[in-house]
């Protein structure tokens, strides 16, 4: 397993920087600031789904992670570090989501990396900003499907360095039923102005303003409204402004509370490296593969 494993590493490593040089100078689209070239030909026809197994009834907190196909340096940072079963006193489960393969050649690794760590599902979803609510219907169909006596899901961006042991305790302490919690966002209006990003017509939404909702970055459902909310995304119109759909148009739709968790924090790092900081704190955002590993030495270091 370990020999199977440094050989992952280093296909990985090795495919990166073929991607790199090889589409150096084709690149046209920008996805979460990576470079993702639009010329290439995908010659198969269906993406191959791979399934984690199945949780057992004893899961008490499930970690769901959208990540981009290519995002390998930062999966691998995840389970070495605070998504590693060992990072609580927790029964955990962690599963990444990931769309189509840009080319043959990502296709193979990522195909390379299911079979060894077996917790990687693969989605017939375009990688794309504007498709992310689609992989979060997707996380909570597989979780809905496969974990359904789970206690806690936990949905995380794949730059996030949470402390797993701080969320589990006060979980534990405060026990919160038919909830999402996280970072509270209340009074939040549509973007009307065409030129914005975030750009919502009257037809996409039509109120002058959503209901609360809980930021995107990372949030905790409780288990008993898993199924709920998953079957709510079968008749509830498509936004693609994910947290805002899945959160709070969503969790409005089932009766579910939209609860502030302190501890939670979606802003960006801006520098602040440093492992320590999470001691109390439960999240953060915006932070590198190595940034990850660094932190996570730092606050298991005595």
Known sequence: MKYRYCVYLLLMNLIVIIAIFSYKNRYSVFFRNEQVPTNTVISYTKVKISTPKICSDDIELLILIPSTTWNFKQRDAIRRTWGNTKSSD???????????????????????????????????????????TEKSIALLRWASSNCPKVTYVLKTDDDMFINIQNLVNVLRERKP?????????????????????WYVSREQY??????????????????????????????????????VYITGICREQIGAEAIYLPGFDSSKNNGKINGKHFEKRITGHHFSPQDIIQMWDELMRE
């Open 177 to 197: 039923t038919k909830a999402i919690l996280g970072v509270k966002n209340s009074h939040s209006s549509p973007f009307r102005d065409k030129g914005s990003k």
């Open 206 to 243: 039509s109120k002058d303003r959503y209901p609360p909702y809980i930021s995107g970055t990372a949030y905790v459902m409780t288990g008993d409204i898993i199924s709920a909310l998953y079957n709510s995304t079968r008749h509830v119109p498509l936004l693609f402004i994910e947290d």
């Open 90 to 132: 927790a029964k955990t489960k962690v599963v990444f989501f990931t769309g189509q393969c840009i080319n043959d050649t990502l296709h193979k690794v990522i195909e390379e990396e299911m079979a060894l760590f077996r917790d990687v599902v693969q989605e017939n979803i375009k990688e794309s900003y504007q498709t992310l």
